[in-house]
């Protein structure tokens, strides 16, 4: 079979395999958009992976005044998990440890309850409030409960209740393979740059960027993932190695989405930014990670992502 050629670099005509989510998103607003964002980033912490941290979370969107409930500076953040009964715990700690403590902070659902996409809804304020000691009370506005809990600045005002969206996608990914370090790592951080450029994801690793991409299971009983070996440039003598000789590198990026499409179009926007660039950088081939279509229904073949977005 021939190379897949985009931007004078060659794209492994491959799939990345991609899982079924739970998702939900969140508006969170501050007195100044420095304080919503300490709140989104303080909240959205140590969430890289649903395996190991249980759940995905990320900065969807700054948001101005004028598009948030109070006419406040806002940050949108989206929350992944495995099903709705381990978001909704992930939910309550982060926001009962993160945003409850950030000065001035409030927090609405971020996914319109009319969207014909709606899923379940998970109790939030609702449960937060029970913080307050039997002093936080109930506000209706336009058909929405909130609850309002005393607390030393004033009141944190909280919806009662924030919803699932059906349809979440997480795992869709891009492998980059390079000659050096530095100029590899560039590649990458266009490429999260142009992702990042499409409503309704996150990219959940370290500033977009994993270098630690795995595979399903071990050689060490028990691990559920271990190094993918066969991406690793210091095992490329070794049997497995799906490495040339010219490659040293190999970073990841990983995007989780609120729907299939989302998660499409930010690896369209990923795919041609980084061989654009890469082709100055030494950017030798970009290639996806999957499990052989075992694990994941969601396939997001390379090869339908070289055309311009319509």
């Not at 409030?129 to 607390?151: H, I, L």
């Not at 030393?152 to 979440?168: K, R, Y």
């Not at 530095?182 to 992702?195: F, G, H, M, Q, W």
Request: glycine letters at 12%; a negative charge.
């Amino acid at each position: 079979m021939p190379d897949l050629i985009l931007n004078g670099i060659r794209v492994e005509d491959t799939f990345a395999e991609a899982f079924d989510m739970a998702a939900t998103a969140l508006v969170l607003t501050a007195e100044t958009p420095e304080w919503a964002m300490i709140a989104a980033t303080t909240m959205t912490g140590f969430a890289t992976s649903v395996i190991g941290c249980g759940a995905e979370a990320g900065i969807d969107a700054v948001l101005s005044p004028d598009d948030t409930p109070d006419g406040r500076p806002g940050v949108r953040v989206l929350l992944f998990g495995f099903d709705a009964g381990g978001l909704k715990d992930q939910l309550l700690r982060r926001v009962g440890q993160c945003v409850l403590t950030s000065p001035g902070s409030a927090v609405f659902a971020g996914i319109a309850w009319d969207d014909p996409n709606v899923g379940k809804a998970l109790k939030l304020g609702g449960a937060i409030r029970y913080f307050g000691d039997g002093f936080a009370t109930a506000k209706r506005v336009e058909g929405r409960r909130y609850w309002r809990t005393p607390v030393m600045d004033g009141e944190f005002l909280c919806e009662h209740s924030v919803p699932t969206i059906q349809g979440a996608v997480g795992g869709g990914n891009l492998l980059f393979l390079g000659r050096r370090f530095s100029d590899t790592l560039r590649v990458a951080e266009i490429a999260v740059a142009a992702a990042r450029t499409v409503p309704d994801v996150i990219l959940p690793f370290p500033g977009g960027v994993v270098r630690s991409g795995s595979k399903v299971g071990a050689r060490t009983k028990g691990m559920m993932a271990s190094t993918n070996d066969a991406y690793c440039p210091t095992l490329k003598g070794r049997a497995g190695s799906a490495l040339p000789p010219e490659v040293d590198v190999v970073l990841e990026i990983v995007i989780d989405g609120l729907s299939s499409a989302s998660v499409s179009a930010a690896m369209r926007a990923a795919l041609h930014a980084s061989t654009k660039a890469g082709v100055d950088l030494g950017l030798v081939a970009v290639t996806a990670g999957n499990y052989g279509g075992n694990l994941g229904r969601h396939h997001f073949h390379l090869r339908d992502l070289l055309g311009e977005a319509a």
